[in-house]
């Protein structure tokens, strides 16, 4: 399984556009690039996934570069409540979710 | 997205008792489910895989006899602490994948605490 590296913590402010880079040299052919958002005692949640170029939902935009070596979740207008650790995965095989790794998450702080 | 339900949400044990956390998808059917251990300040830890019908696969350094997991529906699977020690205090998670896309939901987590 591919490792993936983030930035341990960062700080934003609310209304700020906050972007998390993740590193995985190892990515492979079939792997997907998967983010999830956790709360204190509570399980993560899905955020986004990606293969390559860029995916953007309600809440996210995924930016995968061509040699897919990284990735960088984009929040757009954060708020006091987007602060939360911040996963990023590789892997997944053909599903794109088989097997989840989980890497060490950034924790990111919103202040007012 | 599909729901996830964990029972019961928290837990306080004696040391030495046996402790059973259900992991339900109440919406879908789940023919996997994996179960994940999260110290404080931890990331989550993947234990075990859990096919419905079938025996857990256990990652490495998880005991099986300790942990043990039953999975005999699509809807539920049951995670059982034996024994329990003051080590095993942690927040055990559960995720179900959609047998369709293969998207996992996680449900929110049990709190375990061992006296």
């Known amino acids: 399984l591919a490792k993936t590296t983030q930035p341990i913590s960062m700080d934003s402010y609310e209304g700020q556009e906050v972007n998390i880079t993740c590193s995985h040299n190892n990515i492979a052919t079939n792997d997907y690039i998967t983010w999830y958002q956790q709360f204190p005692s509570q399980g993560p949640r899905f955020i986004i996934q990606?293969?390559?170029t860029k995916v953007t939902n309600e809440v996210a935009s995924l930016f995968i570069p061509a040699d897919r070596k990284s990735s960088t979740l984009s929040l757009p207008r954060v708020s006091l409540s987007d602060t939360a650790v911040y996963y990023c995965?590789?892997?997944?095989?053909?599903?794109?979710?088989?097997?989840?790794?989980f890497g060490k998450g950034t924790m990111l702080l919103v202040s007012p | 997205g599909a729901v996830v339900s964990q029972h019961p949400s928290w837990v306080i044990c004696k040391s030495g008792t046996s402790v059973k956390i259900e992991c339900r998808s109440l919406d879908f059917q789940a023919t996997t489910m994996f179960w994940y251990r999260q110290f404080p300040k931890q990331s989550l830890m993947l234990m075990a895989t859990s096919n419905e019908g079938s025996k857990a696969t256990y990652e490495q350094g998880v005991e099986k006899d300790k942990f043990l997991i039953n999975h005999a529906s699509l809807t539920l699977s049951t995670l059982t602490v034996t024994s329990a020690h003051p080590e095993d205090s942690s927040f055990y998670i559960c995720s179900a994948q959609t047998s369709g896309t293969g998207e996992q939901f996680f449900g929110p987590g049990t709190r375990l605490t061992v006296l």
């Open positions: 995965l590789v892997g997944g095989g053909s599903s794109g979710y088989s097997t989840l790794t």
């Open positions: 990606g293969y390559k």
